[in-house]
């Protein structure tokens, strides 16, 4: 195993620089005007290529479409619309509003308003509206319809047609109806300003005199259709109310037989005093109270006498209880009486004539008590039959207020009834005033609307305007080519500004490289220009790469330089020339080490051969490193090695480098290509990456200074090459130069011309 010591000490700490922190990405929010300006100059032939198809688009619309003419008539409303048919007084004579106005307007969009335009103004025989028709003359056919249209030449158009071919133009059908209807309303239009009651009708035809017609032929249907809407409307509500009048004088008289009927059914009177059920429970009622009351008495009587004949006797009692016999037996009981005292003062108490007398009067107490039971069990007699004429009468007034409930519901219905009749009644004085205010046989309806401005036949076209589409087809690509530039710039990370590869590499850029490729001659490259003239742009360029090399040096006394890139074609080589070619005129001594051999490299420039394998074990013997180092046979001040490195420690070599030579110029392969760049950079003083405007790739360049700064590359800087020069000198320049140029081209063919005739004359 090969094993490489190093060793870091403190002049190898001196000389070399630790790489970047570390990458960043741009700050895509961080723009300047001179981004903008950039970015038309970038993008300008692809956005002028948008517009000139939007205006070659618009010039084919222009000239391909059919020329479309507008005319316009104005309706003027009243302010007050007139509706007789209105059952409501408030909606009779209503003013207009803005939202009546815009009734207005659907009204006249209406489908069934249209068909009846296209029926008045037989719009079904123009061709324009019915699309089944073939156009009537090359006016009115469009361009396509010129070329490929087989109707054109069955139909003879611009031609007069026979009435055949005529009659078999016109297309009636109902399908066909509606496609006209609907064609009318996609070329009829209509407006107002503000809270104005004027309309403005507007119609599109491609003939203009058609136009007028149409227009004016609207705004009177519309006149005539909303007055025959009205008209209509009012017929119809009388023909409604008329209906309505009818059935309900039915339904009256239906009614009336109904309640009549009931009330012979019911037996019930129109008239109270005619009414005997009532007059017979109202004497019913007043038997039945005093019935009541004499009940009442006779059971107080009775009872007042059982309570006397219980309480104090018969002889108690029969002072109180009357009767003619009761009364005659106690005069006689007195006249005993009397004659008993007389007889027993006379003859004592045992004498015949007083027991005569006892006897007699015992007779008459029984007597008085018969009486006396009689007079009270007719007492009771009575008050039962007056409870059974209570009890009769009782039922009686049951059965007469059972009929009187019956009665009574028999009334609420009659009552019912008549209220439906009133009603009936109601509603059909209602309908009969409505009839006699609303009559369309003697009240003429008036028009609401009126036309104010008939049409006025056009002169120029509607459509197309050319001064208005061309405008707005330029307007539209150019915003079309700037959307799909900006679409293309957000997907497109190449790198076109200095400041994008500042931020990934995060050190300044040492110089920028103007594109020269534009004002070499042909067999001409880069290295030579700046040799041939140290004041051109590439010479300048590079003067100022090897100051920035020299403040660099000063500070880290770095000799070692490595120019990187992160794909081919970036322009490396000729950089790591143009310093090196420099710093040799200015007589430091100067190698170049080309790692890339090949025809576009260092060594393939300058002119040297590359050897067959790799570089020997180098040594730090003079007579090594003298073997290695080959003289440029073009450029004697130039001093190079062209090979690849083999597995050696290059840190041997680049010490004896750096004892015998100023500055030592690396150029390695592209980090795309081969991987040694990457790892050399850790044994170089400076790395110097070299990015192509609009070649490098944000994402190459990120990763390669990723790896670059994990391998601790000593990062110096960046070298902005092939950007864009935006002084006017550099401009003249390169204009005077490519004038040159085709004036050597054009000497030179004149010159291989003229020997080619001489050499066949």
Same mark, same amino acid.
């Given at each position: ?134 156009? +009537?003359?090359?006016?009115? +056919? ?89 008209? /209509? ?61 004499? !009940?009442?008495? +006779? ?69 008085? !008590? ?11 007699? *009575? ?54 205010? /609303? ?105 100022? /790469? ?55 490299? +260092? ?53 004896? /480098? ?16 081969? *991987? ?21 790739? !944000?994402? *190459? ?61």
């Amino acid at each position: 195993m090969l094993t490489i010591d190093r060793e870091y000490d403190s002049r190898e700490g001196a000389r070399r620089r630790q790489g970047p922190a570390g990458a960043n990405l741009r700050d895509s929010s961080a723009y300047e005007l001179a981004d903008f300006f950039d970015f038309l100059s970038r993008y300008a032939a692809f956005i002028a290529s948008f517009i000139a198809v939007g205006l070659i688009v618009s010039l084919v619309i222009i000239f391909s479409v059919t020329e479309i003419y507008t005319a316009s008539s104005t309706l003027v409303f009243d302010r007050n619309d007139t509706r007789p048919y209105e059952a409501v007084l408030e909606l009779q004579k209503q003013e207009r509003d803005k939202s009546a106005m815009e009734t207005e307007m659907d009204l006249l969009k209406s489908r069934e308003f249209l068909g009846f335009v296209v029926d008045d103004l037989r719009l079904m025989d123009d061709p324009y509206f019915n699309t089944r028709l073939p156009p +009537a003359d090359r006016k009115e +056919a469009s361009f396509w319809q010129l070329r490929w249209s087989p109707q054109l030449a069955e139909a003879g158009v611009g031609d007069k047609a026979s009435p055949e071919k005529l009659g078999k133009r016109v297309v009636t059908d109902p399908a066909n109806r509606d496609r006209v209807i609907t064609r009318l309303a996609a070329a009829l239009s209509a407006s107002r300003k503000g809270d104005s009651l004027a309309m403005t009708i507007f119609i599109e035809h491609p003939h203009a005199e058609k136009a007028a017609e149409i227009a004016n032929g609207v705004a009177a249907n519309y006149v005539v259709w909303s007055t025959r809407m009205k008209q /209509l409307a009012a017929k119809a509500t009388v023909d409604y109310l008329r209906s309505q009048a009818d059935a309900i004088a039915l339904s009256i008289a239906k009614k009336e037989r109904e309640i009549a009927e009931f009330t012979t059914r019911s037996d019930l009177t129109f008239d109270p005093r005619d009414d005997v059920l009532k007059a017979r429970t109202e004497q019913l009622n007043e038997q039945f109270t005093l019935a009541r009351v004499e !009940e009442a008495g +006779a059971w107080a009587k009775h009872n007042e006498a059982t309570r006397l004949v219980a309480a104090a006797g018969l002889d108690a009692a029969g002072g109180v209880l009357t009767s003619d016999l009761l009364s005659a037996l106690r005069i006689e009981e007195g006249e005993l009486e009397r004659k008993r005292a007389q007889l027993t003062a006379k003859f004592g108490r045992n004498h015949p004539l007083v027991m005569e007398t006892d006897a007699q009067l015992a007779s008459n107490k029984r007597g008085i !008590e018969t009486e006396i039971t009689r007079v009270v069990q007719e007492l009771e007699n *009575d008050a039962k039959v007056a409870t059974v004429r209570v009890r009769k009468f009782q039922e009686e007034v049951g059965q007469l207020q059972k009929q009187m409930q019956d009665r009574n519901l028999d009334e609420i219905r009659r009552r019912e009834l008549d209220r439906d009749l009133l009603a009936e009644q109601k509603r059909y004085d209602a309908v009969m005033l409505r009839l006699g205010v /609303l009559d369309p046989e003697q009240e003429q309806i008036i028009a609401t609307a009126r036309i104010a401005s008939f049409a006025e036949i056009p002169i120029d076209p509607s459509f197309p305007r050319p001064g208005i589409i061309l405008p707005v087809g330029a307007l539209a690509s150019l915003a079309l080519g700037l959307v799909a530039s900006v679409a293309h710039a957000a997907i497109d990370t190449r790198i076109r500004t200095s400041r994008v590869v500042d931020s990934i590499v995060n050190r300044p850029t040492l110089v920028a490289v103007p594109d020269m490729r534009g004002s070499l001659e042909p067999g001409q490259d880069l290295y030579q220009t700046m040799l041939a003239d140290p004041h051109s742009l590439f010479s300048r360029a590079m003067r100022s /790469l090897c100051l920035a090399w020299r403040t660099y040096e000063r500070g880290s006394q770095s000799k070692v330089v490595m120019f990187c890139s992160s794909g081919p074609g970036e322009g490396k080589t000729t950089c790591a020339l143009g310093m090196a070619g420099t710093a040799a005129i200015n007589g430091l001594r100067v190698v170049v080490l080309d790692l890339d051999p090949g025809p576009q490299s +260092a060594a393939s420039v300058l002119g040297i051969a590359s050897p067959p394998q790799g570089f020997p074990v180098a040594s730090s013997t003079t007579a090594d490193v003298d073997s290695m180092i080959t003289q440029a046979p073009e450029y004697p001040f130039l001093r190079g090695m062209a090979s690849r490195l083999a597995l050696v420690d290059p840190q041997r070599l680049f010490d004896e /480098l750096r004892r015998r030579f100023d500055l030592i110029v690396i150029d390695p392969p592209s980090v795309a290509s081969d *991987d040694d760049a990457i790892w050399i950079s850790s044994y170089v003083d400076a790395v110097v990456l070299v990015v192509a405007a609009e070649k490098a790739v !944000e994402s *190459d360049l990120l990763a390669t200074v990723e790896r670059l700064s994990m391998n601790g590359a000593p990062i110096a800087g960046s070298v902005f090459n092939f950007c864009r020069r935006t002084r006017n000198k550099d401009r003249g320049k390169k204009r005077s130069l490519s004038v040159r140029n085709f004036r050597a081209r054009w000497a030179a063919r004149r010159r291989t011309a003229l020997a080619w005739f001489l050499k066949d004359a």
